[in-house]
Every structure is written in C-alpha cells, then in structure tokens.
C-alpha cells in the first residue's frame, strides 16, 4: 500500500530517534490500520500519492509526506485542506521531530500542553497543538 510506503519513507527521514522495536512494533500496527483508514490523499501529475493526512474529527491524527516531495507544498495543502474542513484542528507531533514542530509553527499552530509519553505509552514526547492565535 502506498501510504505505508510513503508513512516508512517520511518515518526513516524524519523520526531517527525511535528506537529500532518501536519503531517495528509502530510499523506492524500500521500495516493492520492503515489500509482500512479514511485517508485524504496528495498526488503528483501522475496521480501517485505522494503524501496523506489522517482526521478524526478536528484531530489531525497523521501528516506523513514522501519525502521526495517535503520542501514542496504537499504538507502544507494537506494541512490547509484539513483546515478548512476543521478551522480550529489540533494535533501532536514528536518533540524530538523539530523539523515536525518547526512546521506546524510556520502553519499557525500554537503548543497547547505536553505528553511525556506517546499514545501507545512509549517514551516519546508529545507536543499538544491547535491551530490559532494562543
């Protein structure tokens, strides 16, 4: 499936500090989930996803772009289209992914609290955001 692929390209571009098992464990459970996951995809000229964002509700749950493709717009349109679905969307991003961070800092979001734990659990801290003014 090609949202897994682009989902383990941005992960091995992007998420350097999981741990090897986690990042495995991560990998199988999304194999199971994604394929049935109403996804909003971007595509290239060729019609080829090249990224996919994950709502539930106003809650982005995933952003994940190829990333042959980060530096273009894909992120940004995806996030721009959830927002217009979603004016005031939240989501969560990795503290130890500053590129993630620096992002949904550019795109208007606003850190609304923290997690020091994933939400599987996992030592991997999250930063709580919502899109607007603080």
């Known amino acids: 499936m090609r ?4 989902w383990r390209g941005a992960v091995d571009a992007t998420h350097g ?10 990998d199988e459970m999304l194999c199971a989930f994604l394929p049935e996951a109403p996804l909003w995809l971007a ?6 996803a090249v990224g996919f964002m994950l ?3 106003g809650h982005m749950e995933a ?6 493709f980060h530096g273009r717009g894909v992120g940004r349109a995806l996030v721009a289209h959830g927002l217009a679905l979603h004016p005031a969307m939240t989501t969560d991003v990795n503290e130890q992914n500053g590129q993630a961070v620096r992002f949904y800092e550019r795109m208007g979001f606003v850190a ?7 939400g ?3 030592p991997y ?7 607007g003014p603080a």
């Not at 595509?43 to 080829?48: G, K, W």
């Not at 952003?63 to 042959?68: A, I, T």
């Not at 801290?125 to 899109?131: G, M, N």
Request: cysteine-free; proline content about 7%; charged content about 30%.
């Open 17 to 26: 500090f999981l741990m090897p098992e986690d990042r495995a464990a991560i």
């Open 3 to 6: 949202a897994i692929e682009i």
């Open 112 to 118: 609304t609290g923290r997690s020091a734990l994933d």
């Open 43 to 48: 595509v290239d000229q060729a019609d080829r």
């Open 63 to 68: 952003l994940f772009v190829d990333p042959l």
């Open 55 to 57: 709502l539930d509700g």
């Open 125 to 131: 801290p999250l930063i709580h955001l919502r899109y």
């Open 120 to 122: 599987q659990g996992r």
